[in-house]
């Protein structure tokens, strides 16, 4: 019997193997695409629009640049920006799935997330501290999308996501967007942190 088909063709024409991933077929169109048509919470948000992963993404990256000591390096603002890259081919699940599902989704994230890393200039495996960092703007995230437009109340968001630190949420407002303008973003600010790493890199 000829084993089972583990590659998706991808928009660009490449041919991912989501279970031996290499980083030359990986683009960043593609996962633009991708997260921008992932919804998040499993599409139950409100809004006329799903709220993507794609714009999830560009909320992380905001809060950890805002954040101090490793938010200014534009190499680990743009591994926050990717922190959910792979859901471009496995999807968002949340936690309770994940939970259910096992340990097979984790490697499975765990490999695509090393081969976007390295198509992009970034350490396989990122440093602890930034790696904690992102997962902290994580959390926030999840807290405001949690109040802000899943139904959660702030008690709830706190005992499943932690109290965000004072300030943290001032002035951010989420409006989930069509796809076509949260791809749009997702790869400008892409575009500007990859310039960003090339002029630092320049200087040295």
């Known amino acids: 019997?000829?084993?089972?088909?583990?590659?998706?063709?991808?928009?660009?024409?490449?041919?991912?193997?989501?279970?031996?991933?290499?980083?030359?077929?990986?683009?960043?169109?593609d996962i633009?695409?991708?997260?921008?048509?992932?919804?998040?919470w499993n599409g139950q948000t409100q809004g006329d629009w799903p709220y993507s992963v794609a714009e999830h993404a560009l909320l992380v990256e905001d809060l950890f640049s805002a954040a101090p000591r490793v938010g200014g390096?534009?190499?680990?603002?743009?591994?926050?920006?990717?922190?959910?890259?792979?859901?471009?081919?496995?999807?968002?699940?949340?936690?309770?799935?994940?939970?259910a599902v096992?340990?097979?989704?984790?490697?499975?994230?765990?490999?695509l997330s090393a081969a976007i890393h390295i198509r992009f200039g970034l350490p396989a495996v990122l440093p602890a501290p930034v790696k904690a960092a992102i997962k902290r703007a994580d959390r926030v995230s999840a807290w405001l999308e949690a109040v802000q437009i899943a139904g959660f109340t702030s008690a709830e968001a706190d005992r499943f996501f932690g109290r965000p630190p004072a300030g943290a949420?001032?002035?951010?407002?989420?409006?989930?967007?069509?796809?076509?303008?949260?791809?749009?973003?997702?790869?400008?600010?892409?575009?500007?942190?990859?310039?960003?790493?090339?002029?630092?890199?320049?200087?040295?």
């Open 1 to 29: 019997m000829r084993p089972p088909r583990a590659w998706q063709r991808m928009l660009s024409g490449r041919r991912l193997d989501l279970l031996d991933p290499t980083p030359v077929d990986i683009e960043i169109a």
């Open 102 to 111: 096992g340990p097979g989704y984790a490697a499975l994230d765990k490999r």
């Open 73 to 99: 390096d534009p190499r680990w603002q743009l591994a926050a920006l990717l922190h959910d890259a792979p859901e471009y081919v496995i999807g968002d699940m949340i936690s309770p799935v994940k939970a």
């Open 169 to 204: 949420t001032a002035g951010r407002v989420i409006v989930p967007r069509p796809p076509r303008e949260v791809r749009a973003a997702f790869v400008d600010r892409f575009d500007a942190l990859i310039a960003a790493i090339d002029a630092r890199a320049a200087e040295r």
């Open 32 to 40: 633009a695409h991708g997260l921008a048509f992932v919804a998040r």
